[in-house]
């Protein structure tokens, strides 16, 4: 009974110690810089007005439209600016040493982050197609960049090495 209790113990304690896939760290990095950049981009137009918001204006894709809406603010807090926090910390979460450290809960934040930022991004969707009218190009690659931070990162986590 002792026995099995001691190889279940080391069999959770090596699975909590796989070293996660060396292509995670590089891309949700780099994944996570430039949504920052473009997070910073487009903090910066909020409050310059949009004066120099480098997007087409068309009936569809129109950023104006949709970063100047009721609905680019929620509880007061412009949608641009909620983007600096989570890239801030998913920079954070992503550099080296923090895929080093290799601990539980910095794994489950990673995941857990990415799923919310993900489902934020639906609902800004949602907003944009069927609220707004329009598609903002900026807005876009902040929620490819989001989703393709969820995909990187739960692919890291199903492919942890030994």
């Known amino acids: 009974m002792r026995a ?77 600016v909620l983007g600096l926090p989570f890239f801030v910390a998913m920079v954070a979460a992503n550099l080296p040493q923090s895929w080093r450290l290799d601990v539980p809960w910095l794994r489950l934040a990673r995941v857990v982050a990415t799923c919310v930022g993900m489902v934020f991004v639906l609902y800004l969707v949602y907003v944009e197609l069927f609220k707004v009218s329009a598609i903002c190009l900026w807005c876009t690659s902040v929620h490819i960049i989001t989703f393709l931070l969820l995909v990187t990162i739960l692919l890291a986590e199903a492919f942890r090495e030994t």
Request: with cysteine.
């Open 4 to 80: 099995e209790r001691t190889a279940a113990a080391d069999a959770r304690a090596a699975s909590e110690h796989r070293a996660a896939p060396r292509w995670a760290m590089p891309i949700t990095l780099l994944l996570s810089l430039i949504g920052l950049g473009v997070s910073i981009y487009l903090t910066i137009e909020h409050y310059n007005g949009n004066s120099g918001l480098a997007c087409p204006e068309s009936s569809t894709v129109n950023c104006a439209k949709v970063t100047t809406s009721p609905e680019s603010v929620i509880a007061g807090i412009p949608v641009a």
